[in-house]
């Protein structure tokens, strides 16, 4: 792609700052006349304009559909479960559409501004975070001054603000999850005495083992050596989940380094399968360090293919741990369409063992607690799709399709004009105070 800066002339640049208008020369030559750059930048921000209203009555009809629970005729786990589903948005972003579109139904002057084109869902969104905690006005007021990211920056100030009121139970938090690069990121925030009690066994950890001349470990060596003593001490599981192991898919020719060389990785073999459950990819190497002194087990492919192996049949209807693995493998997480569960998952009898069904691999599936019930106390059905393969219908028959496509809609780009300008912050050149903006919202508590 061509950079603009290395495009413009000395002349654009001069025009960029003098009285003559600034017409950059196009980087794609074009058959239509270009338009004046004025009128470009006004379509963008009408646009703009246009859009937030847009949003603002779409999420008027995600207010209502939850409002009348639509979602649960699916068999969904919630608003935010259907709307990921249907609509085909991430989790996330399903959940913070319904909770702004839950608070706008409490808040008629924020609601006007956003329908008229005046608001944009990120100020929307900003605002209702504290709409239990100020008043109305204020927001809708603020929200006009101030940008998108001055917003957020007084959002996230004034609830730093009244943040000591909170027990510091409520503040207590830890998270995990895997970057681009594959590496584990973790971040905790703890209370003095659990911080002292990680501190001190992160101490122990680091020290345990070494002679009296090896240098100490760094934080992740210690960090890393407190979970293996964790492990080593931990209560086995039986129920087949692995929970409370670290499990590593690795085909035989990785474990045993056949036609590879030892740092070769997936990317290199997309053939080969090398890599943490539910996470990133291994290198052959680091699958092989791994497998020196761990527990080992083997997989013959055929048993998730149409099942000939680890058939129990009536014998009992339990599900031992290597079924209960094997599932794990074929299904991943839970088969109910849209459900992104991965964990604490019941192994459901397609066929219940009390009408005679096999406690074999094709007569099992794995779902989660919500959809299990629906199974069997609301009237879902699994119908046979293929081997080892199961459509979900609802009770009255309508198959839930596992992504249901978008409709066509018709365009009404043009219904309505909006001002260009409606989206820009009321601003006059006055510099922007965080401490001011967040003093007005601490004298503006909601009624």
């Known amino acids: 792609m061509t950079d603009l800066a290395g495009e413009l002339t000395d002349a654009d640049m001069l025009a960029m700052w003098g009285n003559a208008p600034f017409n950059p020369q196009p980087l794609v030559e074009s058959d239509p006349p270009d338009e004046a750059l004025a009128e470009l930048e006004s379509r963008i921000t009408s646009m703009a304009a246009r859009l937030a209203a847009q949003t603002r009555e779409w999420l008027v009809l995600v207010a209502e559909f939850n409002r009348r629970k639509g979602w649960v005729q699916w068999g969904m786990r919630s608003m935010a479960h259907w709307l990921s589903w249907s609509c085909s ?90 970057d681009e690069d594959g590496m584990l990121v973790l971040s905790a925030r703890l209370t003095a005495d659990e911080g002292a009690l990680l501190v001190a066994a992160l101490e122990q950890a680091r020290g345990t083992g070494l002679g009296k001349d090896d240098p100490l470990p760094g934080d992740a060596d210690a960090l890393v050596a407190l979970a293996q003593t964790a492990q080593a001490a931990g209560a086995v599981d039986s129920s087949g989940d692995d929970r409370h192991l670290v499990v590593v898919h690795a085909d035989a020719d990785v474990l045993i380094g056949a036609n590879q060389s030892p740092d070769q990785s ?108 629906s199974m069997h106390e609301e009237g879902f059905t699994l119908v046979p799709d293929g081997p080892q393969r199961w459509s979900v219908r609802r009770p009255d028959g309508t198959t839930i399709p596992a992504a249901p496509p978008l409709p066509l809609t018709p365009d009404v780009s043009a219904e309505t004009e909006y001002d260009p300008d409606a989206l820009r912050p009321d601003q006059h050149g006055e510099p922007f105070s965080l401490r001011d903006s967040v003093d007005v919202f601490c004298r503006n508590p909601r009624p």
């Open 89 to 178: 948005v991430g989790p996330g972003v399903a959940r913070e559409y319904v909770r702004v579109a839950t608070a706008l139904t409490e808040l008629p002057l924020v609601d006007e501004a956003f329908a008229q084109g005046q608001l944009s869902y990120s100020k929307v969104r900003a605002v209702t975070r504290v709409a239990d905690q100020v008043d109305q006005t204020t927001l809708l007021e603020q929200a006009k001054v101030h940008s998108a990211a001055q917003l957020e920056k007084v959002i996230r100030g004034y609830r730093k603000a009244q943040r000591p009121e909170r027990p510091v139970e409520q503040r207590r938090k830890a998270r995990w999850f895997y």
């Open 266 to 373: 997936p990317d290199q073999r997309p053939d080969a399968i090398c890599r943490i459950e539910h996470g990133p990819g291994l290198t052959a190497a680091a699958a092989r360090r791994l497998a020196c002194d761990a527990a080992l087990i083997a997989w013959v492919s055929s048993a998730v293919s149409p099942g000939k192996n680890l058939r129990l049949g009536r014998k009992t209807r339990k599900i031992p741990p290597a079924l209960r693995r094997a599932l794990r493998l074929r299904d991943g997480g839970c088969r109910f369409p849209g459900c992104p569960r991965m964990r604490f998952l019941d192994a459901h009898h397609v066929i219940h063992w009390a009408d005679g069904g096999p406690t074999d691999l094709e007569n099992l599936i794995l779902l989660c607690g919500r959809h299990h019930r």
